[in-house]
């Protein structure tokens, strides 16, 4: 099996040539379910994506979607490792959300309509229906938000799913904000975030800002607990990981969002 993702790349070279995926799966005699096996980011043979490279005409390394635009240190910690494996597929997984999203909708304005046209009493359902739609667009929106940063190369998690994951890992975590941005173009740090900001990082920090993508930027230091707590745990136990966030359209839903810019 590759240890790449295709799926984007694959994808996009073929919508370019107006093939169809069953028209794909002719030229480069390869099953159509390989196909879309590839474009919906699953395992396949480095053979099968090899004839695939050869019917685009293409060396086999311009099919690989990009990295993401994040700084991993060099000792990757195990929650990264353990979330790694699902960041190529984040893509895949929000656009098939959005499409379920907008078709609610769809059928949620299509019940007010009738509703409406059907010219009898029915005010309290035609405005259950126009409720449903407002909920859906704001999630519609929210979602539309997260694919717009995930195509930005920058992974998406949620926090509870992400504190999960250092939890399994025997580890415990202290958040800090790092900087918020109040209003576009404007950011703000915070004074008590006293956290080391290695040189490699502040351009990738700054370049994060630019992007004009995130609500607020937060550092999560993790790191295994001492046996006694009165002690400071060693230095090389210690993990950051700096993130860029943006809250849910429900004020009253603690699930932000997060993306990972850096992790050290």
């Given amino acids: 099996m590759s240890k790449y993702s295709y799926a984007a790349r694959v994808k996009t070279m073929r919508e370019e040539r107006a093939w169809s995926q069953e028209h794909l799966a002719d030229v480069s005699d390869v099953s159509v379910r390989t196909i879309q096996r590839i474009e919906r980011s699953r395992p396949a043979s480095f053979e099968s994506v090899m004839a695939i490279a050869a019917a685009f005409n293409v060396d086999v390394t311009e099919l690989r979607d990009a990295a993401p635009s994040i700084y991993l240190s060099p000792e990757c910690s195990s929650v990264v490792s353990m979330i790694s494996d699902y960041w190529h597929e984040d893509s895949v997984r929000l656009e098939e959300w959005l499409g379920n999203l907008r078709q609610k909708r769809n059928l ?71 900087s918020e941005v109040p209003v576009p173009g404007t950011i703000l740090g915070r004074d008590d975030a006293v956290v080391r900001l290695p040189l490699e990082l502040q351009n990738l920090y700054a370049k994060a800002v630019s992007t004009h993508l995130f609500e607020k930027f937060e550092v999560c230091i993790s790191f295994e607990p001492p046996d006694d707590f009165d002690e400071e745990a060693p230095e090389d136990t210690i993990r950051h990981y700096l993130f860029g966030t943006i809250q849910s359209p429900n004020s009253a839903d603690e699930r932000s969002a997060i993306f990972l810019i850096a992790q050290w």
């Fill in 108 to 178: 949620a304005e299509q019940e007010a309509q009738h509703g409406r046209c059907l010219n009898l009493d029915m005010k309290g359902p035609i405005e259950a229906a126009e409720a449903e739609v407002q909920r859906l667009s704001a999630q519609i929106g929210h979602v539309e938000r997260l694919t717009e940063r995930v195509k930005a190369r920058f992974p998406y998690l949620e926090r509870p799913g992400f504190e999960e994951a250092i939890d399994a890992c025997g580890e415990v975590s202290v958040w800090k904000v790092f």
